[in-house]
């Protein structure tokens, strides 16, 4: 079936810092895959997406290129701000079939 | 847009009460999703609707859930008898429909506890 690993947290950063959130899956089509963030006290709001092999998603410094070759859709931003913690969770989608969502990353951002 | 709305947004109650959580998705959005997030089990998608019509309910626990869809604009999450594990954060989330790459928009979640 279809599955998505996230690394686990939580992560710590200092203002400034570079992050990467891992996230790797295994899809028995060709999927779409999303990076959604939760901050607290809300629901899941999309961050980014992409829907082919090469393509890079971006949103607010976000980045991330799906990999087919390495089955990863690592997230990624150059310089992290203290309103940057939240959950992020990776997902994929088959065709029109629901979203399989990662375990989420907690990520805390210290001034 | 108001958005995907969800009431209430805190329930409290006790062991073998009936609870009611409700969601209303956005306007003209044909797929509807109820999920359940707790820190041990992550997020679980319970059972989604597309056009009012059940399509997935793999994902609910047992028979004391139960999810309706009467109209485009109205769903609910029925928990009868509730149990303290039942305590978690319900989102309802909906997309415009099962074409092209269908973003989920999500409510902010019912944190039902359970005592």
């Known amino acids: 079936g279809d599955s998505v690993t996230q690394m686990e947290g939580p992560v710590t950063l200092s203002e400034e810092a570079f992050l990467t959130i891992n996230c790797t899956y295994t899809?028995?089509?060709?999927?779409?895959l999303f990076w959604y963030v939760q901050y607290p006290g809300e629901g899941l709001q999309l961050l980014l997406k992409a829907t082919k092999a090469d393509d890079k998603g971006s949103n607010k410094g976000f980045e991330a290129t799906y990999r087919k070759e390495t089955t990863s859709f690592h997230l990624e931003k150059g310089s992290v701000q203290v309103s940057d913690s939240a959950v992020y969770f990776c997902a994929l989608r088959v065709g029109n079939e629901k979203l399989t969502f990662g375990t989420g990353t907690r990520l805390t951002i210290i001034p | 847009d108001a958005g995907v709305i969800q009431s209430p947004r805190h329930e409290v109650t006790e062991m073998g009460q009936e609870v009611t959580l409700r969601c209303k998705p956005i306007s003209g959005h044909n797929s509807l999703f109820w999920y359940r997030q707790t820190m041990m089990r992550g997020l679980e998608l319970l059972i989604y609707f597309n056009n009012n019509v059940p399509i997935d309910d793999s994902g609910m626990p047992e028979d004391r859930f139960s999810a309706k869809m009467p109209n485009a604009s109205f769903s609910t999450l029925k928990i009868q008898p509730s149990e303290p594990r039942d305590s978690a954060v319900y989102f309802c989330a909906s997309s415009p429909g099962r074409g092209g790459v269908n973003i989920q928009y999500f409510g902010a979640g019912t944190r039902l506890s359970v005592l």
């Open positions: 899809a028995t089509g060709y999927p779409s």
